[in-house]
């Protein structure tokens, strides 16, 4: 299926090609100015730190859906080795196997793209085997240190965890920011909680990626017209899954990541952080959530902190 | 060898085993209290963010001294893949086999033991193939953020880089500190630069790794009676290598990790914030370094970034 | 559980330590003489050549109950690389990441210990992370070329597969062999046939592997009076699992692998073969099954060759 | 550099697109017949077994010049893992990284394209990081099992190894053949020997790679009139590098894998295969080179045997 005319119009409404320039690779994360690293340092009260990352294993995310995309498979090269000699001081060191999209994470802008372009009108065939993402590539990530706003929709609905079906809309986000006594503001990082990822703590990997809440379609406007820096969620595939609109898969991919060039994050345990920001009746906070700078990468493991 | 008294009394002075319990399993990552993340958070000015970490692909840090510490090696599983049909959007997918101590990274407490042992007097045999560490795994760590000092030895000294048979003493702390005008506090994590990095950015991966300066035995003494969380620095060994006392490898590992329980970095490019410091003319800046929590692994790539 | 009396009476009477000398490292392995590459060599008729490997991908064998015995991740490097300038010869690269027991395996004789001991009375600790097996590694295996013999039990028996609960016995192998008008001679490796595969092959991974019939704790003794170099079957654990004394798991890989020193086989694809030699009437053929050499490796892939 | 005008002719000479029909996989090794397996069947005698392939580990032949074609990287999944309590049968378990052209391999016919093609003429963009290559995969090639055949072109010219700049010609080739007495007929696998292999043996991982003596851009011809399956050799670029017409890199694999459809095989250990062939005057043996079936890989680790 080609892309229907109602994407097109969003699309338009949203596409900050050149906004910053032909040579931009980061889109968004521009708008991460010194401004908005001091807005996000100015709510620290009790430094409370809260971390946002699933722990890397084996029985993580990946249900085997999407091949390639493996959990972390982690085994010792070495275990209290004496490496010089009997009774010297011992080593252990270990590797790594994963997607780079398997756990919490995020989406580089080149994760997605439609009509044969990526972001800001490059190419798609920039990315290659070879030399993976040659422009937007995860490596090419300012610091993502922030402001950070919890938009908790499923709290603000008094639900633990939004139903499959549920579409979260623009009303959906202006009622949890109202619900959170917060303003969403340039250069923030907003995360929306659908509840949804206590299936997976529950271990209920399948019935956690498919079906499954998330984005409507309609918010990346929402996001675009508060010139939000990006945003992430507590689900697998980012947006309601199957889609709102019948064989359109994947349309809030395209709009965020290949449009506006707003990076996206999927899989962020958002559950100790909302009763955290429940109890101190704040729903901003400092946000660091640096992604591994792998070169032309598409995406990569973070493990995200907020600091009440 | 077998471990020399000296080793054994530097021991007894900086051990911290049951100093936070008998369970406790992240050592001096105790010391970041909230009071110590308000002081990291309190640095902050103009917002700058400086990133810390060396890209991640093949042609790294490692030269294949250490087997098994292998640099990243980053492929895609999906290129601008229709996976629903042709003219839908696509999606790009990454996958990546490396070290966890292979770039930047932190060592978790259990990358060394000595006599069996690792920090807070567990058996060093709580390291397996199957389990990985049981105990005092990366993934224990606290999210960590709090006040980060830069030591600039090598500005101090007024060279780009120390000789390779230098040991960094805690005089040549003292003296940077000072040059910096800062005092290392509880609950700080240090950063000590050499400038040894530099030749490794220059492409000299072998010069870079051995010989190369790095931090003297006497060290250890110097952080525990100031309470430091952590140290890191831009060096492979982290340790100057081949070590002070003839035939005693890694003591500083074994003091660091084994004995006071205290986390150490390696790999980190500290040129930018060196020049950054050096302008703004303040060496305490808020630190924010999580690293990615693989469950039982004994380090992990980081991704520091440092807010003036 | 500790292993009961009747395990150890079976392991005196099937016991080789020591029969090839102190050093040996390879077991039944010596028994493929010249005269068996022979004898091997000497039932071929048709050149027909049957494959008994099964594909290598992602959607494979495992099923995830086994932990880091992961399906091949099989990823492209380069794709179409004109390395040497646009118009030049391309090249197309690739990589593997696998579990060596994943697929169509065999195992060396260092997968099992019991007691703290490996093959030969060697201690299991001389297996490390640091250097993997430093004996009876799969590298040790000579080629692995011989007289192979198909023990067909369930066409023999009329089915296409034994029920779950069936324990292969000498007396099923006795029947298969006069089935196939077939006496399995010393240097033999003698693949038994369950049908179990063919839940696999038609997508049922997890009925494959378990509960599954395999061969008897009682079938070692009748390996060892006849020879055998190594058996190979069509099932994920080789032997019946759940086993046949209660609590008593994987004492045929200690029988097998430590005890006698006979390598094992699994998840080798007997369908076709089994159809072949149906129509051929013979049941006796030359098998080409070398694993690839890890240095140090409890198992490895291998694509075996049935020739007729 | 595009392909000059005396590439294409030799092209025209050996081209095979369309022989076995438009819709081939496999090219040459479509000459393996019955009969040329019958003929290498015959060949043995003793049934001395050679094995031809290095052994599997870092610190192996890859240099890092090749990013992505990686040294196995070779890690324990489990030591001696009681899983079923404690004094139970232990398991240990393995996984491997590596690059499928990093070792002793086979590469598939669609390890190299030309001008948007592969064998049989097939699109080149047939291969993607989502399929692999969907034609003429690895795993399309039938079990590889026929008369192998010597041609010990460093020992006939009384040499240890081939000088870097000795391209070996079919001058070469038939002065080799009527050295070791032998006639090369359709189906048989050619084995040329030019020694180079020893320096990689003797540590020079870098002198073996680059310069290198190789195959003429003029063999192709030699080996597709006579009707030859398969080729391999002990270098690691095959043909000889830098390359016989200035800026024409990798004509050879052009040849052979695109235009003949014949597969090549690098990084073989004739070493020991040439003593005994030379003790037992012999070039011809039963030769077993089976490819690990990766799904659309464009190569595969093999682990030869000669059967004397």
């Known amino acids: 299926m080609s892309l229907p005319p109602e994407f097109h119009e969003i699309a338009r409404r949203v596409n900050n090609w050149g906004r910053w320039g032909g040579s931009d690779e980061i889109g968004t994360l521009n ?7 001091r807005a996000g ?3 620290v009260r009790s430094g409370e730190r809260i971390p946002l990352a699933l722990p890397l294993r084996q029985g993580g995310v990946q249900s085997g859906l999407v091949p390639g995309r493996v959990d972390p498979l982690h085994t010792m090269t070495q275990i209290n080795a004496e490496l010089f000699g009997p009774g010297a001081v011992a080593v252990s060191d270990d590797t790594v196997t994963m997607g780079l999209q398997a756990a919490t994470h995020w989406d580089a802008l080149t994760h997605a793209s439609h009509s044969g372009r990526i972001y800001n009108g490059r190419p798609a065939d920039t990315i290659t085997a070879h030399t993976r993402a040659r422009f937007s590539g995860i490596d090419s990530f300012p610091p993502l240190l922030t402001r950070g706003v919890l938009l908790d929709v499923a709290r603000t609905k008094g639900v633990d965890r939004l139903p499959a079906a549920h579409a979260v809309t623009p009303e959906d986000l202006d009622e949890a920011a109202e619900f959170g006594r917060v303003t969403v503001a340039a250069g923030d990082v907003v995360l929306v909680r659908t509840g949804q990822l206590a299936l997976c703590l529950a271990g209920d990997r399948r019935g956690y990626g498919f079906p499954s809440p998330g984005l409507s379609v309609r918010t990346p406007e929402w996001f675009h017209a508060r010139d939000v820096a990006a945003v992430a969620n507590d689900t697998l595939t980012f947006e309601i899954t199957p889609p709102e609109i019948e064989g359109l898969w994947l349309p809030v991919h395209a709009l965020d990541l290949v449009e ?9 345990n958002l559950e100790i952080l909302s009763t955290a920001c429940a109890q101190a009746r704040r729903y901003a906070f400092l946000l660091s959530a640096a992604p591994e700078p792998f070169v032309g990468g598409t995406g990569s493991p973070v493990a995200p902190v907020a600091v009440l």
């Not at 708008?31 to 690293?37: D, M, Q």
């Not at 506006?260 to 962020?268: L, R, T, V």
Request: net charge negative; hydrophobic share 45%; charged share 5%.
């Open 41 to 43: 340092v100015a709510t």
């Open 260 to 268: 506006m060039g707003m990076p996206q994050g999927q899989n962020w």
């Open 31 to 37: 708008l991460i100015t010194g401004e908005a690293v």
